[in-house]
């Protein structure tokens, strides 16, 4: 574990991170923190979240524009729908190892991690039209 202060404002957004995959936005994680702490400000779980993402205890997804967090830190990909932003976590050793092969071409630095995006429309947005 990193060496941090646990608050009690990390430890909720921690909590509620644990085994929530839908990797939820800024405003998600706020909305459910605020329940318990009620006194929370919008700014502290940005930051708390910035915070413990660099320190390496979740995981920063950018989707058009937006934060998303996730508790998943074991090597994966993401597949991403175009429509409706939905982040479904992708496992692909293959696909891992083969790009991290290829960075190696990389000279100005070490690979030491990969992470791809694939973009599409998921099965329910596809349903819908």
Sequence with gaps: ???IKYTNQRIE??????????????????????KKLTRISKATV??????????????EVNVKGVSRFEPMLEPHHHAICRNCSRIIDFRSE???ECSL????????????????NFYGICA????VK
Excluded: W
């Excluded at 909590?15 to 839908?22: K, S």
């Excluded at 940005?46 to 995981?59: A, C, H, M, P, V």
């Design 1 to 3: 574990m990193a060496e």
């Design 13 to 34: 957004i921690l909590n509620y991170l644990e085994g929530n995959y839908t990797h939820p936005s800024v405003e998600q994680v706020y909305g459910a923190v605020r």
């Design 46 to 59: 940005y930051q708390n979240l910035k915070f413990l993402s660099e320190k390496g205890l979740i995981r």
């Design 94 to 96: 293959d696909l891992t």
């Design 101 to 116: 092969n290829s960075a190696k071409k990389i000279k100005e630095i070490k690979v030491d991690s990969v992470n791809i």
């Design 124 to 127: 329910k947005c596809r349903a």
